[in-house]
C-alpha cells in the first residue's frame, strides 16, 4: 500500500510541487513543438466521476493519450459505485487492473477511503473539500506569466469554497500572502485557516482584499449541489463581483484566474473573461499540462518498480 496519492497540495513537499510546475511548462513545450512523448505507453487511467465534468475530464482523457496510455471513463451510472459496492472493494479490484485512479466525487472521504485500500495512485480530480489540480494550473500559469508566485499576494474574492481551501494550501507550500474577501457564514475551512495562520488574512471587503494584489481568483457563487442555494446566494454575493474596476485597484501587473465555467454576470462582469489581465483560457489549458506531469511523476515509477 505504498502508493503516492494526490488528495491535497500536502501531499506533495513544496520542492516536488515546483518540479511538477516546472515539468508541466516542459510538457506544454513539448507537445507545442511536435515532439512525440510517450512514458506511459500501456497504463491505464481509471476515471470515477460522481460530479460533471468538462475540463477535468478533457485534461486527464487528453493527457494520458498523449503520454501513450489509455483513459477509462466511469459514472455512477455504469459501475457497481451507483448501487452500493463498498468503496474499499471497488478500491482493492480497480487497483488490481488500473495504473492509477483519477476521482471527482462530492464527500472528501470517499477520496481517502479509496486511497486507504488501493495500491495504485489516486488523484482527487475534485471533491467538496479540495481542488489540488486545479491550483497545480494555476501555479503554473502564474509561473509563466509572472515568474515565481513565492512572497506575492494573492486574493481569493467569493465563496470559501474547494478552491478556496486549496488556495490556503497553496500559500502554505508556494510560499505566497492569501487575502480571502467573502461574506460571513461563507469561510473557508477553519482548519486550514489555523494551520495557515499568517499566511492568510480573512477580509469581509473585496476592494480592501485586492488592493496591490497579483493574482486575484474567484468562482462561482454556488457550486455543484448547492443549486438550492443558488437564489439566495446571488443577493448576498452580488458586493463580490470581480470587474475592471476591482482588478484597477491591484497591482499594475495583476493577473485575473478563474477556474471556470463562469457564469458571467454573477461573479464576474460580462466582459472580464475578455480583460488582458485575465489568464482564465491559458489556466483551462494548463490542467491538461500540469495533469501529465503529474500523471508522468505518479505512474512511471510503477513501471520500473514493476
Known amino acids: 500500500m505504498s502508493a503516492r496519492h494526490f488528495l491535497s497540495l500536502m501531499d506533495c513537499t513544496p520542492q516536488e510541487l515546483s518540479s511538477l510546475v516546472r515539468r508541466g511548462i516542459e510538457l506544454k513545450e513539448l507537445r507545442e513543438r511536435g515532439v512525440l512523448f510517450e512514458p506511459l ?3 491505464v487511467l481509471g476515471m470515477i466521476f460522481e460530479k460533471a465534468s468538462t475540463r477535468t475530464r478533457l485534461s486527464f482523457e487528453a493527457g494520458m493519450i498523449q503520454l501513450g496510455g489509455q483513459a477509462i ?9 451507483g448501487r452500493g459496492e463498498p468503496i474499499s472493494d471497488s478500491a482493492i479490484v480497480m487497483s488490481r487492473m488500473l495504473d492509477a485512479v483519477m476521482i471527482r466525487t ?27 489540480c486545479q491550483l497545480m494550473a494555476d501555479m503554473q500559469t502564474f509561473h509563466e506569466h509572472r515568474g515565481s508566485i513565492a512572497g ?8 470559501g469554497n ?10 502554505m507550500q508556494f510560499d505566497f500572502q492569501l487575502r480571502i474577501a467573502c461574506p460571513e457564514g461563507y469561510e473557508p475551512d477553519a482548519a486550514l ?12 471587503d473585496p476592494r480592501e482584499a485586492v488592493a496591490g494584489a497579483h493574482l486575484v481568483s474567484t468562482d462561482v457563487w454556488a457550486s455543484m449541489g448547492q443549486e438550492e442555494e443558488a437564489q439566495a446566494r ?12 476591482l482588478l484597477d485597484l491591484a497591482a499594475e501587473d495583476v493577473l485575473f484566474m478563474h477556474c471556470l465555467p463562469a457564469h458571467r454576470g454573477e461573479e464576474v462582469s460580462h466582459d472580464l473573461l475578455e480583460d488582458p489581465r485575465s489568464v482564465a483560457w491559458d489556466q483551462a489549458e494548463n490542467r491538461l499540462h500540469v ?8 505512474v512511471e515509477p510503477a513501471y520500473h518498480h514493476a
Open 162 to 171: 474547494n478552491m478556496c481551501n486549496s488556495y490556503i494550501e497553496a500559500a
Open 193 to 204: 485557516l489555523a494551520a495557515a495562520g499568517e499566511r492568510v488574512t480573512l477580509l469581509r
Open 291 to 298: 495533469q501529465k506531469a503529474l500523471l508522468e511523476f505518479l
Open 41 to 43: 505507453k500501456n497504463r
Open 152 to 159: 506575492k499576494t494573492v486574493t481569493w474574492i467569493g465563496d
Open 73 to 81: 471513463f466511469l459514472s455512477p451510472r455504469d459501475t457497481q459505485l
Open 106 to 132: 462530492f464527500a472528501h472521504s470517499n477520496l481517502t477511503e479509496f486511497a486507504a485500500h488501493s495500491r495504485i495512485s489516486v488523484i482527487n480530480g475534485l471533491s467538496d473539500d479540495l481542488h489540488p
Open 234 to 245: 446571488l443577493t448576498l454575493f452580488r458586493p463580490y463581483q470581480v470587474t475592471p474596476a
